[in-house]
């Protein structure tokens, strides 16, 4: 008769596993990350731009920029103050731990509190794979339409806070923000949610405070 061995461990995925030593690399050096995430032309590096610009002086921010091709969007963020590694995924449709792994490298982590991490645009497959970050933000916009979160659920399911960007469009487009909004109630109940305009700069006051409080409460117990 065959010996049983019952497996008590979750067994981990070799993704995962890397995602949990970039994490606990992070915790060492004391900086917080963010895994951002987003249909193409949601407004991701617009979003990092304000966010380095408006916590100049208060938080050292690093970002990664995972893109298929290009390197437009670090040299965005570099250009706005924030330290940028680019990651051309070649062809890959998403970012996975081991990207990040070598990202994490090139930067000086002891020069940072934050790391943003701005994944491939892409609504499927980025929730997928988990890349060691603290936190994770899905940026939506109008211009995509309010049936985002019904029909790319998976994506509205795990994560932290939703930024709904571009909200000076909203009387140029049929966006019902109560419809949209149910549809993230019932995949995330109460998660953290702002609706802002990088390009009027209506409401970013409150996603800065969010992301600055995050950091500071990361720092009093890194690792927690
Ligand atoms: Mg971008
Ligand atoms: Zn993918």
Redesign the pocket.
């Known amino acids: 008769m065959p010996q049983r061995i019952p497996v008590v461990e979750k067994i981990l995925s070799a993704n995962d596993r890397l995602a949990l030593e970039n994490l606990f690399r992070l915790d060492a050096a004391r900086v917080f990350a963010i895994n951002m995430m987003a249909s ?1 032309g949601a407004g ?2 617009s979003l990092i731009e304000e966010t380095v610009r408006g916590l100049e002086g208060r938080l050292r921010i690093g970002m990664i ?1 995972g ?1 298929i091709a290009t390197s ?2 670090a040299d965005r963020a570099q250009a706005a103050g924030a330290t940028a590694i680019q990651i051309n995924t070649g062809g890959d449709c998403h970012l996975d731990a081991v990207m990040v792994q070598s990202a994490l490298s090139q930067l000086d982590l002891g020069t940072l509190d934050l790391v943003v991490i ?1 994944n491939v ?1 892409n609504l499927v497959c980025p929730a997928d794979f988990k890349l060691g970050t603290h936190k994770s933000v899905l940026v939506a916009s109008i211009p995509e339409g309010d049936d985002k979160p019904y029909k790319y659920p998976g994506m509205y399911r795990g994560v932290n806070a939703v930024v709904i960007n571009k909200i000076d469009l909203l009387p140029y487009a049929p966006f019902r923000m109560d419809f949209f909004k149910k549809g993230i109630e019932v995949l995330n109940p109460g998660v953290t949610q702002f609706e802002l305009s990088c390009r009027t700069g209506e409401g970013l006051s409150g996603w800065l405070a969010w992301m600055e409080g995050q950091v500071k409460e990361f720092k009093k117990n890194p690792g927690k």
Do not use: S
């Open positions: 193409p991701k590096t920029n893109d437009f969007d701005e645009g």
